[in-house]
């Protein structure tokens, strides 16, 4: 069933409409360790997992750039539901690409509206083997699988090797979330709300047509042979999934900053020549310090989104340059991010360490997921300067 087409601006507008609710639910969000199911239905009834997902399964197939602008704008409101829904629509994008039209139609069938994707393609445990008609998952472990609790349907990352253990490739798999086991282990320090629990499978049989390799989707070779002729389903898939893992961060340092200059008027200041914190010139540097590298990030981001829009309007797949430039972008952007979060936090002074204060739970949701490794300023800053001086990338994936 094909979904009502609706503009970009009307997402969007959906998606700031909920920030005030999930404001007020963000205290209820982290002490439960999930996303309420108040607040899943209202992201469902306003389309919001759908941006990504073809019209023909009833989604509203727009852009990175509008997808980019309702992440931001929910994870303003609660970073554990924007991380929630970064995640969850962009694996659309994912399914969408990777695997065929009988896949497709296996998964959406006629309970379309239901559907719900969580995974992780590192596994820390997969003991997987061939069988006559596809591949049985012996033992399987995967951690960090974020919107375990809501899903209905998975994707997993798995080994491929022949009869002698020696690795054939690295494969990318879908199945009912039912046949999965969740653990309650999602204790952390942050983004406490996604339920991004560890998952397990014992003895599961994969059908050979929901097995795709992921080498050959990560380089533009898509198994939807039924989408080709829709640009959005030409979109680098790597890129397209780190920047999924960076936008919540833009969301979180622009309300920081809101909050911060929600408060200002009402601080006073204490040694610095001033009897309030909002005529101080210092505060005024710092401020503009923030804002501006705020701004900064959001170029950085949104310039890889644009870039993925243009390359998938194209006809042309993303070359692999392009794709590291890409992810240095990204990295950039949360290491600017992360100094205007510095910035502010320090001139709010030690008030943020008082539990249920804003700021503390933007700071630990920052950092739980400044530090994932896919967007690590470092890692995807040195592979952009290998490319630079003329030698290939280390990353294994981009």
Same mark, same amino acid.
């Given at each position: 069933?094909?979904?009502?087409?609706?503009?970009?601006?009307?997402?969007?507008?959906?998606?700031?409409?909920?920030?005030?609710?999930?404001?007020?639910?963000?205290?209820?969000?982290?002490?439960?360790?999930?996303?309420?199911?108040?607040?899943?239905?209202?992201?469902?009834?306003?389309?919001?997992?759908?941006?990504?997902?073809?019209?023909?399964?009833?989604?509203?197939?727009?852009?990175?750039?509008?997808?980019?602008?309702?992440?931001?704008?929910?994870?303003?409101?609660?970073?554990?539901?924007?991380?929630?829904?970064?995640?969850?629509?962009?694996?659309?994008?994912?399914?969408?690409?990777?695997?065929?039209?009988?896949?497709?139609?296996?998964?959406?069938?006629?309970?379309?509206?239901?559907?719900?994707?969580?995974?992780?393609?590192?596994?820390?445990?997969?003991?997987?083997?061939?069988?006559?008609?596809?591949?049985?998952?012996?033992?399987?472990?995967?951690?960090?699988?974020? @919107?375990?609790?809501?899903?209905?349907? @998975?994707?997993?990352?798995?080994?491929?090797?022949?009869?002698?253990?020696?690795?054939?490739?690295?494969?990318?798999?879908?199945?009912?979330?039912?046949?999965?086991?969740?653990?309650?282990?999602?204790?952390?320090?942050?983004?406490?709300?996604?339920?991004?629990?560890?998952?397990?499978?014992?003895?599961?049989?994969?059908?050979?047509?929901?097995?795709?390799?992921?080498?050959?989707?990560?380089?533009?070779?898509?198994?939807?042979?039924?989408?080709?002729?829709?640009? +959005?389903?030409?979109?680098?898939?790597?890129?397209?999934?780190?920047?999924?893992?960076?936008?919540?961060?833009?969301? +979180?340092?622009?309300?920081?900053?809101?909050?911060?200059?929600?408060?200002?008027?009402?601080?006073?200041?204490?040694?610095?020549?001033?009897?309030?914190?909002?005529?101080?010139?210092?505060?005024?540097?710092?401020?503009?310090?923030?804002?501006?590298?705020?701004?900064?990030?959001?170029?950085?981001?949104?310039?890889?989104?644009?870039?993925?829009?243009?390359?998938?309007?194209?006809?042309?797949?993303?070359?692999?340059?392009?794709?590291?430039?890409?992810?240095?972008?990204?990295?950039?952007?949360?290491?600017?991010?992360?100094?205007?979060?510095?910035?502010?936090?320090?001139?709010?002074?030690?008030?943020?360490?008082?539990?249920?204060?804003?700021?503390?739970?933007?700071?630990?949701?920052?950092?739980?997921?400044?530090?994932?490794?896919?967007?690590?300023?470092?890692?995807?800053?040195?592979?952009?300067?290998?490319?630079?001086?003329?030698?290939?990338?280390?990353?294994?994936?981009?």
């Amino acid at each position: 069933m094909n979904k009502v087409a609706y503009s970009d601006a009307y997402l969007v507008d959906k998606a700031k409409s909920l920030v005030p609710k999930l404001k007020e639910r963000a205290k209820e969000t982290e002490e439960i360790r999930r996303i309420p199911e108040a607040t899943i239905n209202e992201l469902k009834e306003a389309g919001l997992f759908k941006l990504l997902r073809p019209q023909i399964y009833g989604g509203y197939q727009t852009s990175m750039r509008t997808y980019s602008d309702c992440i931001v704008e929910i994870s303003r409101g609660c970073a554990s539901t924007g991380w929630i829904l970064s995640l969850c629509a962009i694996r659309e994008l994912m399914v969408a690409e990777s695997f065929t039209e009988k896949t497709h139609q296996e998964i959406f069938g006629e309970n379309e509206d239901n559907v719900l994707f969580a995974g992780v393609y590192e596994p820390r445990k997969c003991i997987a083997r061939k069988v006559e008609g596809g591949y049985l998952i012996e033992e399987g472990f995967w951690m960090f699988c974020s @919107g375990s609790l809501h899903a209905t349907w @998975g994707y997993f990352g798995m080994a491929i090797r022949d009869d002698e253990g020696n690795l054939v490739d690295q494969a990318l798999m879908t199945l009912p979330f039912e046949e999965v086991e969740i653990m309650d282990d999602w204790h952390v320090m942050g983004l406490k709300g996604t339920g991004s629990n560890s998952v397990k499978m014992t003895n599961v049989f994969i059908p050979e047509h929901r097995v795709v390799s992921f080498a050959e989707v990560l380089n533009g070779q898509f198994k939807s042979d039924h989408l080709r002729d829709i640009p +959005l389903y030409n979109t680098a898939l790597f890129p397209s999934l780190a920047l999924s893992l960076a936008l919540p961060g833009l969301g +979180l340092v622009k309300a920081a900053l809101e909050f911060f200059q929600q408060v200002l008027p009402n601080r006073k200041a204490a040694h610095i020549g001033v009897e309030n914190l909002i005529d101080s010139p210092t505060l005024h540097a710092l401020l503009s310090d923030a804002a501006l590298k705020i701004d900064t990030a959001s170029m950085h981001y949104y310039r890889v989104a644009d870039e993925l829009d243009a390359w998938a309007a194209s006809g042309k797949f993303m070359d692999k340059p392009a794709r590291v430039k890409a992810l240095a972008d990204i990295g950039y952007a949360n290491q600017v991010s992360k100094e205007a979060l510095d910035i502010l936090i320090l001139a709010s002074g030690s008030g943020y360490v008082y539990e249920g204060h804003p700021l503390q739970r933007i700071f630990r949701d920052f950092w739980t997921l400044y530090s994932h490794r896919t967007i690590s300023p470092l890692i995807t800053k040195e592979n952009y300067g290998r490319v630079l001086s003329g030698l290939e990338s280390n990353a294994l994936r981009y």
